[in-house]
């Protein structure tokens, strides 16, 4: 997939390929006194998409994320572009179809960021194979010409072939269906290259602190004319004058909804999920293991992803919204004691290389108490101050969603532009499909060029690095701690900074990673 090149130094070096262009240059246009077209407030899936969606109708645009791209639930996914199978059974057909017309548009249009991939899902009964070898041929039936692949009933020989590390006992044989892989916050740097290609200005690390409004006489409802800014690492502000605002900051949509108005209530009932990441020994072998109901009827996975295979998901409703999430013990011990009735060796926490949470938008819905049972799809709201809020969703179905809060910024904001053309819009895609992944400390700091994730894909940290340019935090947390001294003293040396600067870094890079690490692997 296309984050590896990037791991072994194949990434363009200043002037060379395209980038993002280094973020000095992209703040200095803050200054100018114009009037954007589009504000979008967040820079993970749903915000890139809106930039790629505005910029390539003609609007000028400008994207503002107060952490790092995808920073938050966009790296934190199950690395699937799926129409979700278990939508299907709750009949959700909508959502299912959306979702399948978009994972073929995404596929198509980012070839070597994402991929076909193959999951088996084990059969203990010949009614099993029945009755999910029925759902998943009407899967197929929903993708239509966009399908990846037929279903097929597998006997019991070819679903050991397939999933080599299967507990035998009890195996009737499995049902074989084609959904896709990629990997999250690769695809959304490739989505802000795309963004810039075609002219936006894109800007992390800086936060929108408050809104401008118009000024109108007493009694009339003031309307929502740009945002205040501060740039995170040097606390300079810049008014931005905007003709539409568009908030897409998923579970943070309530902060900025009540930015607006301070009595607006609360829409997103935040969901937590957690993922476990393995040695692919545990789980040989090139598909993916779905297990469509777990004790509490939520699906699971193990997903093989760049030589590791990915343990998930939970479904947990957290209270409080946090910047970084952490898995609850209760989650990591609902994976492992599900996913061991299904494998042949016993995985247990001193298995685990890294685990990762984040956390879903769910839109609230009256009477519905079960996180589990929220809908995925996705909801647009328009305030009276003419503040475009776009939240709920899921990763695949970015693009549909940053469609419809762009036709409804068009329309509030009265703007002429020409029509969206993202579902046939190559995205920024210049690596090689599916190499080989190495995540060896040496190939993370000897051969990787820092140079090309600064200038060209803005990181400015050491966990930009090595969380979102590279995937190393995310597959093996203790090499990630490992590798933080000499790559900070790789970004120190392309930023001028000094040795206060470096150990700075890496005392809070090691602080952030242990969170990734279990209790077990901390000392």
Same mark, same amino acid.
Request: a neutral charge.
């Given at each position: ?32 006194n ?15 998409? %809106? ?12 994207l ?39 994972r073929?548009w ?9 991929q ?9 009964s010949?009614?099993?194979k ?33 999933? #080599? ?9 499995? @049902? ?19 963004? %810039? ?58 902060? @900025?909804l009540?930015?607006?108005? !301070? ?9 937590q ?17 779905m297990? #469509?109901?777990?004790?509490?009827? &939520? ?34 011990? /609902? ?16 298995d685990?290389?890294?685990? /990762?949470?984040?956390? &879903? ?25 003419n ?8 990763w ?17 904001? !009265? ?7 993202t ?13 080989? /992944? ?46 933080a ?9 392309v ?7 470096i ?12 969170? /990734? ?7």
């Amino acid at each position: 997939m296309s984050n590896t090149s990037f791991l072994e130094g194949e990434s363009p070096s200043p002037g060379e390929g395209f980038g993002m262009g280094c973020r000095s240059s992209m703040l200095a246009q803050l200054d100018e006194n114009k009037t954007w077209d589009v504000v979008v407030i967040g820079g993970g899936a749903t915000g890139l998409g %809106v930039a790629v969606d505005a910029v390539t109708r003609g609007l000028s645009t400008l994207l503002i994320e107060a952490d790092d791209f995808a920073k938050g639930t966009s790296s934190r996914s199950t690395k699937l572009v799926h129409g979700g199978v278990r939508y299907l059974e709750q009949g959700n057909l909508k959502l299912v179809r959306e979702a399948l017309r978009e994972r073929g548009w995404l596929l198509k249009n980012a070839p070597n960021s994402t991929q076909r991939l193959g999951f088996v899902i084990p059969a203990f009964s010949l009614v099993q194979k029945i009755y999910f070898g029925t759902g998943l041929k009407f899967y197929d039936v929903l993708a239509g010409k966009l399908s990846l692949g037929k279903t097929k009933i597998l006997k019991k020989k070819t679903t050991i072939d397939f999933l #080599p590390g299967i507990n035998q006992n009890n195996l009737s044989g499995g @049902i074989v269906y084609y959904d896709g892989q990629f990997d999250d916050a690769r695809l959304a740097i490739s989505l802000a290259k795309t963004a %810039v290609k075609h002219g936006a200005v894109l800007i992390n690390y800086c936060e929108a602190i408050s809104l401008l409004k118009t000024e109108v006489p007493a009694g009339k409802q003031p309307k929502v004319c740009g945002v205040v800014a501060e740039d995170v690492l040097t606390n300079k502000t810049f008014e931005i004058k905007s003709k539409t605002v568009i908030n897409a900051t998923g579970v943070f949509a309530d902060d @900025i909804l009540q930015m607006d108005n !301070k009595n607006a209530e609360d829409i997103i009932t935040p969901s937590q999920g957690i993922h476990l990441v393995i040695d692919k020994k545990f789980f040989p072998g090139n598909h993916a293991m779905m297990i #469509p109901k777990t004790d509490d009827r &939520r699906v699971l996975f193990a997903v093989p992803w760049h030589n590791k295979v990915i343990l998930g998901t939970t479904d947990t409703e957290v209270k409080n919204i946090s910047d970084d999430p952490a898995p609850l013990q209760e989650e990591i011990d /609902y994976i492992l004691k599900h996913i061991n009735r299904y494998l042949s060796t016993n995985i247990t926490l001193n298995d685990v290389t890294s685990m /990762y949470a984040g956390l &879903r938008p769910l839109v609230k819905t009256k009477g519905v108490t079960n996180t589990s049972l929220l809908s995925r799809d996705h909801i647009i709201i328009v305030s009276h101050s003419n503040l475009i809020t776009i939240t709920g969703g899921k990763w695949t179905t970015y693009r549909k969603m940053a469609e419809d809060a762009v036709n409804n910024a068009v329309f509030v904001g !009265k703007i002429k532009c020409g029509a969206c053309i993202t579902h046939n819009l190559p995205i920024e895609d210049n690596a090689p499909a599916n190499p080989d /992944y190495d995540d060896s400390i040496e190939n993370i700091y000897s051969l990787n060029n820092i140079l090309g994730f600064i200038e060209n894909e803005m990181a400015v940290c050491v966990e930009d690095i090595l969380a979102r340019r590279t995937r190393l935090l995310f597959l093996d947390a203790r090499k990630a701690i490992q590798a933080a001294p000499l790559v900070a003293k790789r970004v120190a040396a392309v930023l001028h900074k000094d040795e206060a600067w470096i150990q700075s870094e890496v005392e809070s890079f090691t602080a952030f990673a242990k969170q /990734y690490l279990p209790a077990a692997k901390l000392n």
